[in-house]
Nanobody, 123 residues
Framework: QVQLVESGGGLVQPGGSLRLSCVASGRTFSSYAVGWFRQAPGKEREFVAAISWSYGGTTAYADSVKGRFTISRDNAKNTVYLQMNSLKREDTAEYYC???????????????WGQGTQVTVSS
C-alpha cells in the first residue's frame, strides 16, 4: 500500500503561482511513478502531469498546462511537487495525487490516490 497526502492548495489570483506537494508513505515510494489529476465541479477528472520513478524522471503533461506547470520529485523526502505558474481561472479544481508503477498505468487509472487539495484561481 502507498498512502498519499496532498498539500499546498489555496486561493490565488490569476497569473499567480502555487506549489502543491504530495507526500507518500508505505511501500517503496521511489519505485512508483506519481501523477497529478484535477477535477472541477461538474466536470470529469482530468490528467495534469506525471513523473516516472527513475532518477531524472521522465515527465508527461496535459497540453493545457505545458509551459506553466512543472512536476518534480525528491525521493529522499518521499515527495512529489507540482509547481503551478501563470495560473488561470480554468485551473480552479480539486487536485489529486496518484501513484502507480508507470506513467501509463497512472493515466489509465492509478491504484493509489490522495484525498485532494483545492486550488481556486480568482481575483
Amino acid at each position: 500500500q502507498v498512502q498519499l497526502v496532498e498539500s499546498g492548495g489555496g486561493l490565488v489570483q490569476p497569473g499567480g503561482s502555487l506549489r502543491l506537494s504530495c507526500v507518500a508513505s508505505g511501500r517503496t515510494f521511489s519505485s512508483y511513478a506519481v501523477g497529478w489529476f484535477r477535477q472541477a465541479p461538474g466536470k470529469e477528472r482530468e490528467f495534469v502531469a506525471a513523473i516516472s520513478w527513475s532518477y531524472g524522471g521522465t515527465t508527461a503533461y496535459a497540453d493545457s498546462v505545458k509551459g506553466r506547470f512543472t512536476i518534480s520529485r525528491d525521493n529522499a523526502k518521499n515527495t512529489v511537487y507540482l509547481q503551478m505558474n501563470s495560473l488561470k481561472r480554468e485551473d480552479t479544481a480539486e487536485y489529486y495525487c496518484a501513484a502507480d508503477r508507470s506513467i501509463g498505468r497512472i493515466r489509465a487509472g492509478a491504484d493509489y490516490w490522495g484525498q485532494g487539495t483545492q486550488v481556486t484561481v480568482s481575483s
